[in-house]
């Protein structure tokens, strides 16, 4: 037996899926005990390690997935939204940390996390990396600097396998300018331009997104006024920064009271 904290990994054959199995076989301070993928797929049944191409590790893949939350102490998930909900409920019930990395969940979809809330702890966030989550930061605090001169535009570009824009980095980026300026997103989102738009209103704060290849994650933060612009960015070429920051929210979330939390608790930021 040992006391390092048993993690199970969702969506074990996913892009991100793949990266958090090798994170948390490299990690000496956490042991996987079990991956989950959905039932039907190829995966289930064999070995983990054999399934990703390399040698056995007597860890088998599996689609029952409140049985091995019940052998953990955090459920490390980046599926999709209807998963993720399922999966909260299931994680709940085995009290272990949920880690969402999920993105695309809609507002109705993130308030069904709350009776999961309650007897466990979530981490939730749209983006893991340390660096994005510095960014988030100093997006409020530019915004807070400016006034509406300058005009907020979000652009985020990603490979061409992602299913839903903006990204979840891009909404989180869009929140900060918005909590810097006061004033609330919903009321000054502008996505998905296309055709006679009319001209841009004083303001707003816009997304792009732009889909191709393998990107594995950029983001500008724009403020563009009469005469100048500042554009803060960051630029993810590696998805180990997602599966790190996901494994530290996971060790950080034990012991911790049951709620939702998110990456700013988790890095103290
Ligand atoms: N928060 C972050 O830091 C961060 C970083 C990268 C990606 N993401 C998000 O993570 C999610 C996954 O991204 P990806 O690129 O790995 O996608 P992917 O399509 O490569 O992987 C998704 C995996 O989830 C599995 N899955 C779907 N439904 C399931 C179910 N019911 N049970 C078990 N497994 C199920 C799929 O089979 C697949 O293996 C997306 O929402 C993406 O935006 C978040
Ligand atoms: O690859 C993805 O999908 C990513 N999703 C997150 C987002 O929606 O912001 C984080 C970056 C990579």
């Known amino acids: 037996m040992t006391d390092k904290p048993g993690i199970v990994i969702t969506g074990a054959s996913g892009r991100m899926g793949q990266m958090l199995i090798r994170t948390v076989l490299d990690s000496d301070k956490a042991r996987l005990v079990g991956v989950v993928e959905r039932a039907g797929h190829d995966w289930v049944g064999q070995d983990i390690g054999a399934a990703m191409g390399g040698a056995a590790i007597g860890v088998t893949v599996t689609d029952d997935a409140l ?16 998963a993720t909900l399922e999966f909260a409920a299931l994680a709940a019930q085995a009290r272990a940390v949920h880690v969402i990395g999920t993105t695309g969940m809609s507002e109705a979809q993130i308030a069904r996390l709350e009776p999961a809330a309650r007897h466990a702890v979530i981490v939730r966030a749209g983006n893991m990396s340390l660096g994005v989550n510095l960014l988030v930061q100093l997006t409020k605090k530019v915004a807070a600097a400016l006034d509406e001169d300058f005009d907020i535009e979000v ?51 816009g997304f792009s997104a732009i889909r191709g290849g393998d990107i594995v994650g950029e983001h500008d933060v724009l403020f563009a006024a009469a005469g100048e612009r500042i554009v803060l960015r960051h630029m993810a070429t590696d998805r180990a920064i997602f599966a790190r920051g996901a494994l530290k929210a996971a060790l950080w979330g034990q012991g911790k009271d049951p709620g939702q939390y998110d990456m700013m608790d988790v890095l103290g930021l």
């Open 67 to 82: 049985e091995a939350f019940s052998k953990a102490q955090a459920v490390i998930d980046f599926t999709a939204p209807e």
């Open 155 to 205: 652009i985020e570009a990603h490979h061409h396998h992602k299913v839903d824009a903006p990204s979840g980095t891009a909404l989180m980026l869009g929140e900060a300018a918005a909590e810097g300026r006061g004033v609330t997103l919903a009321d000054v989102s502008d996505s998905g331009r296309d055709g006679i738009t009319g001209a841009r209103k004083r303001g707003d704060i």
